[in-house]
């Protein structure tokens, strides 16, 4: 992927003045193909690093200041020292690049000063993970401004607890994985259990992924998220009260799951048969892409959905509509919501001939439904966060 940093290097000059080495990040976000919510369960996950990125500008300072600049939101001009306690506070964009920071000194990296501008194409809240994207990129511009580099599970591990304790999202591990070992061409099937991957190669002449941004914002430390986190952790509890070897939900069976309806209560039941279903999905879709039975795929795609919707209770009426729609397209194999809910994306796999049609009715519908017009894009998978000047 060929990007050119000259035009992020002058703004940056324009914002924090000439002089210095100026090095260049790109931190992508991610597409989740299936696997939702499956991460904190230790289940399976089959994400993609996408095109859409986090750019950043950045260069050495003597005095340990660290000062960002974002192009999402201009006004503001965030300024922190790394030689002093880093704290969160607002803006609450900061708080991702703050905690990277924070977990890097925690690590006893001997850290500099940076001023960094921030440029996105991926957009803020849209489910696509520009929360990991901005907690990896910090930590790729901190380590090569420190001279070192990093084992890439260390540092998405780090990524994670900066987004545990300074975004309070109590999130899995998949995201800052596949932004920190993204590989081009590839999706990965990730075991969250023990972080062991497995790239699928994605044929670009057969298949397309196309992304549709709901216009919807989501906010994932709202509560929702660690509601069914605290949910899913009651479902293991009663399930180890039947087998003392159960540590998450990866560990349980389907019919443990419908052996369990009525002796729990509804909510955590139908957490629990989501979170079982799809671990089993995530690793069945994988195989099915390998053999290119993309139809059979996209059926998993379908079934992934109606349980974020009916079991998880985290889509909206807005991604309802939208996998409806799209799957009323020729060449559609299958399409579901992506990310955490509530709100963002969703995502289809189609034949190359189905992108323009699937478009056009979309941007033709969508409106009429809800007012808002749809952010689509067609991406390939691509490499994870890298200096690339």
Known sequence: ??????????????????????????????????????????????????????????????????????????????????????????????????????????????????????????????????????????IRALLKLAGLDMDETRIALLAQKAEHEFALVPCGIMDQTIVTSGKAGHAMLLDCRDNSKQFIPLDGNELRVVIVNSMVKHELSGGEYAERRHQCEQAVRYFQTLEPNVKALRDVTMKQVEDAQGKVDDLVFRRARHVVGETQRAQKYATLLSSKHYEEAGQLMVESHNSLRDDYNVSTDELDYLVVESLTVKGVYGARMTGGGFGGCIVALTQPRAVEPLTKHLNDVYPKKTGAQPGIFVTTATAGAEVIE
């Open 1 to 138: 992927m060929n990007i050119d940093t000259g035009d992020i290097k002058r703004r940056f000059e324009q914002t924090f003045g000439a002089g210095g080495r100026v090095h260049v990040v790109r931190s992508p976000g991610r597409v989740n193909l299936i696997g939702e919510h499956t991460d904190y369960n230790d289940g399976f996950v089959f994400p993609m690093a996408i095109e859409p990125h986090v750019l950043f500008a950045f260069r050495a300072r003597t005095d340990g200041k660290v000062r960002l600049v974002s192009t999402v939101y201009p006004d503001q001009v965030v300024e922190f020292s790394v030689n002093e306690t880093i704290t969160r506070g607002e803006p609450k964009w900061a708080n991702y690049l703050k905690g990277a920071a924070a977990e890097l000194k925690g690590a006893g990296i001997p850290l500099v000063g940076m001023d960094a501008l921030l440029d996105n194409t991926l957009p803020m809240g849209g489910g696509l993970s520009s929360s990991a994207a901005l907690e990896v990129g910090t």
